[in-house]
């Protein structure tokens, strides 16, 4: 069982950052993996980044890479999502997610475990 509490999350201009914190309740699978989705209002659920916890490999969406940045920090068992030049478009609410094991990544019926999720809103 691992339980994710998201933060982070509010108004920003367009143009601005905003970072967005998912701490967890343990790290104690080699295997984890620590995804971030966004779902915009009347829109599925899409994946935005993930962390291979073991091997520290990132993986982006196209609509966000070289803006977004994913880190971690491990004493805090905290996976943070730094998002720059935040556009309109990227108005979501941002959930954290993980499982354990393999399994495609960028899939929202891989992951096992979501937080409640943070609302992010860009104006124009």
């Known amino acids: 069982q691992v339980d994710l509490e998201e933060s982070g999350g509010g108004l920003v201009q367009a143009g601005g950052s905003l970072r967005l914190s998912c701490a967890a309740s343990?790290?104690?699978?080699?295997?984890?993996?620590m995804g971030w989705f966004r779902q915009a209002p009347g829109k599925e659920r899409e994946f935005v980044g993930a962390?291979?916890?073991?091997?520290?490999?990132?993986y982006y969406a196209d609509s966000v890479k070289g803006r977004f940045t994913i880190t971690r920090d491990s004493a805090k068992n905290t996976v943070y999502l730094q998002m720059n030049n935040l556009k309109p478009e990227d108005t979501a609410v941002y959930y954290c997610?993980?499982?354990?094991?393999?399994?495609?990544?960028?899939?929202?019926?891989?992951?096992?475990?979501w937080g409640q999720g943070t609302l992010v809103t860009v104006s124009s």
């Open positions: 343990a790290i104690t699978f080699s295997n984890l993996v």
């Open positions: 962390l291979r916890w073991s091997v520290g490999s990132i």
């Open positions: 997610a993980a499982y354990i094991g393999g399994g495609t990544y960028y899939s929202t019926r891989t992951y096992d475990y």
